[in-house]
């Protein structure tokens, strides 16, 4: 099992982007950015890395996938209070776009939206003492 993740994603205008997530909370390893890559901490194991097009090009030998209406992947993150997912979504609104209606499961509360290179988002929190007790028979 890996130790580490990285998601690599490619954007139009890496500053813009940057903006857009710290905006959100997030904060970003300076020792992995520069004008063309800005690398995002989700967490101590988790890294998403915000590459220029170009650069993202000579990662991806196929290039990115453009094509409307479909979704390459949908990055989701979880949070530690259900209050974070309102106001990370919130804050996504100001320049992002919604991708799918709020889900309330009680056990679980989750909003999506596309960030400004359309990329798919989800923040979720989830109460693990609440989900449904199913018994096998």
């Given at each position: 099992?890996?130790?580490m993740m990285f998601v690599n994603?490619?954007?139009?205008?890496?500053?813009?982007?940057?903006?857009?997530?710290?905006?959100?909370?997030?904060?970003?390893?300076?020792?992995?950015?520069?004008?063309?890559?800005?690398?995002?901490?989700?967490?101590?194991?988790?890294?998403?890395?915000?590459?220029?097009?170009?650069?993202?090009?000579?990662?991806?030998?196929?290039?990115?996938?453009?094509?409307?209406?479909?979704?390459?992947?949908?990055?989701?993150?979880?949070?530690?209070?259900?209050?974070?997912?309102?106001?990370?979504?919130?804050?996504?609104?100001?320049?992002g776009m919604p991708l799918r209606?709020?889900?309330?499961?009680?056990?679980?509360?989750?909003?999506?939206?596309?960030?400004?290179?359309?990329?798919?988002?989800?923040?979720?929190?989830?109460?693990?003492?609440?989900?449904?007790?199913?018994?096998?028979?």
């Open positions: 099992m890996a130790s994603l490619p954007v139009a205008d890496v500053r813009r982007s940057r903006d857009f997530f710290r905006r959100l909370g997030f904060r970003f390893d300076e020792m992995f950015c520069d004008h063309s890559t800005a690398c995002m901490v989700v967490n101590d194991r988790a890294m998403v890395v915000l590459m220029d097009r170009r650069r993202f090009a000579g990662l991806a030998v196929a290039g990115p996938l453009e094509r409307p209406g479909l979704r390459e992947s949908v990055v989701t993150f979880a949070v530690d209070e259900r209050a974070q997912v309102d106001r990370i979504a919130d804050a996504a609104m100001a320049d209606e709020t889900e309330d499961l009680g056990f679980l509360y989750a909003r999506s939206f596309c960030d400004p290179d359309g990329h798919a988002w989800e923040v979720v929190w989830m109460d693990p003492a609440q989900i449904p007790r199913t018994t096998d028979r």
